[in-house]
């Protein structure tokens, strides 16, 4: 059975950083791959990074690219995104998913993802 669980979210304010956890059991961290999406309330999941454990290539959203590292921790089955200069509108619930990842076209698109955590809250104050 796979488990992912996130953690490190919190209350920050802008300018901030904070560093979330997804911590996975059940699933290979040699092949697929595990994203990061939000969804704020009231608006469309977004995918954010995704990190592919085949080649260990990583993909990015324009918006959140030059703000947001995605990182993998094999050893301990543990993907961490890396968040930088902190916005309000960056204020959503955030989530890992783990996935097979076929087509890397499709690496940021939530319907790859067959297996989510239950989410972290991320709170930018301005």
């Known amino acids: 059975e796979v488990q992912l669980v996130e953690s490190g979210g919190g209350l920050v304010q802008a300018g901030g950083s904070l560093t979330l956890s997804c911590a996975a059991s059940g699933f290979s961290f040699e092949e697929g791959a595990i994203g990061w999406f939000r969804q704020a309330p009231g608006l469309e999941r977004e995918g954010l990074s995704s990190?592919?454990?085949?080649?260990?290539?990583?993909y990015y959203s324009g918006r959140v690219e030059s703000r947001f590292t995605i990182s993998s921790d094999n050893a301990n089955k543990t993907v961490y995104l890396q968040m930088n200069s902190l916005e309000p509108e960056d204020t959503a619930v955030y989530y890992c998913?783990?996935?097979?990842?076929?087509?890397?076209?499709?690496?940021?698109?939530?319907?790859?993802?067959?297996?989510w955590g239950q989410g972290t809250q991320v709170t930018v104050s301005s």
């Open positions: 990190f592919s454990f085949s080649d260990g290539s990583t």
């Open positions: 998913a783990a996935g097979p990842l076929q087509d890397a076209d499709y690496a940021l698109s939530f319907y790859e993802y067959d297996y």
